[in-house]
């Protein structure tokens, strides 16, 4: 039973591992670079839901929406700052810059809300429900819920609206893309705006179950960042997997050697996938073609 409680606990947290990942993934893809800001993003989403629901008291499903809205606006602003003047830029100028952008949005966070720890209550109740001697905690279920529920609608909406089309077809190749009349730059702004997003409702999730510090997005990024090499960076579908066995991981580390290994799996588990498996665990080998 205990190794089950663990489970969920694992599956639960490593939901919000692959929203960060796939948030990783949508970036690459699109973009040809690797977006480290994009644990700051989920610090930006953890922080407007602290403001609107703590400090301005409002209600948790008026304030999440809201969060979400302030995540649109500052990641299009990042976007259009950082990002699209350097569309033509090589690949190390890219880089450099979304270090740059982790560190900017890291310093300023700090700045407004200083370096202390900030609690959040749970967003889905407090009170445990117990089945036999498994306790099932609300906000793990909905962050699985949550979590599984907006990759299903991004699959969705990249399949099914025009939006979508376009965003693929744009990470497929620009200039054909370009070509049959669709917006590249509408596209790329598009797909950088809801990996942001994801992002932001990831820091959310992860509000209730650890304190929120400014530099709490280089530890999630770095974990979201894991959780993409894990599952493969050209595989959208590899994000969530990723996540749920990073997640898994932490929460069996904690569970039976000890807490203070559970930040360290991260490392770990980037360190040997990059030296056995660097494509990821989703990739399948290619058939050699003849000619």
Request: hydrophobic share 55%; glycine share 10%.
């Amino acid at each position: 039973m205990y190794l089950l409680q663990q489970l969920i606990q694992g599956i639960s947290l490593g939901s919000i591992y692959g929203l960060v990942a796939l948030g990783y993934i949508l970036i690459w893809q699109a973009w040809g670079i690797l977006n480290f800001a994009q644990g700051e993003v989920c610090a930006i989403g953890a922080f407007s839901l602290l403001v609107l629901h703590m400090e301005c008291g409002l209600p948790v499903y008026l304030a999440f929406p809201l969060a979400i809205a302030v995540g649109m606006v500052i990641s299009y602003i990042i976007e259009f700052i950082a990002f699209r003047p350097l569309l033509k830029a090589n690949d190390t100028g890219k880089l450099i810059a979304t270090i740059g952008v982790s560190i900017c949005i890291r310093n300023l966070l700090r700045m407004i809300f200083g370096a202390d720890a900030f609690s959040f209550p749970s967003m889905f109740g407090d009170t445990p429900q117990k089945i036999g001697e498994l306790i099932i905690i609300p906000q793990n279920i909905w962050n699985m819920v949550i979590g599984f529920g907006l990759v299903a609608l991004l699959n969705l909406f990249l399949r099914k609206t025009r939006m979508g089309i376009a965003m693929r077809a744009t990470a497929q190749d620009r200039d054909a893309a370009r070509l049959m009349g669709i917006s590249v730059k509408r596209s790329l702004t598009a797909t950088f705006v809801m990996a942001s997003v994801i992002g932001a409702i990831a820091g959310m999730l992860i509000s209730p179950i650890y304190l929120l510090m400014a530099n709490m997005g280089a530890s999630l990024g770095t974990k979201g960042f894991a959780a993409a090499v894990l599952g493969g960076l050209d595989f959208a579908s590899g994000a969530m997997v990723g996540g749920i066995i990073l997640g898994v991981a932490e929460c069996l580390a904690a569970g039976y050697v000890s807490s203070a290994y559970q930040s360290a799996i991260a490392y770990i588990v980037l360190f040997l996938v990059l030296i056995l498996k660097p494509s990821g665990i989703m990739s399948k080998k290619k058939a050699v073609e003849k000619v």
